[in-house]
């Protein structure tokens, strides 16, 4: 059974950053494909980064690019959401999510392709 536990949430300033880490337990982390994805309040969750099972894949999107960047480490099973020059924007509640892969070099921000999700952290940015 996959368990997914987000950590690193809180609050920053705009301009600001946090570091989101996200600890895998489950099958083997080296076959499973990453994704964070954020939900605004009042508003849909969508794909924020993901990350191939080798590491050497990644994906962002366009709201997030050259200011996040996504990481892992198969050795620790976990996974990094670093974010720099934080706004208001990126206010939401955001997940990690997993999904077996035997490829090493699929990435997606597709919410239907991930199979296990965390139970989410919050982000705050204030102006």
């Known amino acids: 059974q996959v368990h997914l536990v987000e950590s690193g949430g809180g609050s920053a300033q705009a301009g600001g950053s946090l570091m989101l880490s996200c600890v895998y337990s489950g099958s083997t982390f080296n076959f499973v494909r990453m994704g964070w994805f954020r939900q605004p309040p009042g508003k849909w969750r969508m794909g924020v980064a993901a990350?191939?099972?080798?590491?050497?894949?990644?994906s962002y999107a366009d709201s997030v690019k050259g200011r996040f960047t996504t990481s892992r480490d198969n050795a620790k099973k976990t996974v990094y959401l670093q974010m720099n020059r934080l706004n208001p924007e990126d206010t939401a509640m955001y997940y990690c999510a997993s999904a077996p892969d035997g490829t090493s070099y699929r990435v997606s921000l597709i919410e239907d392709d991930y199979t296990d999700w965390g139970q989410g952290t919050q982000v705050t940015v204030s102006v």
């Open positions: 990350i191939s099972t080798d590491g050497l894949s990644t």
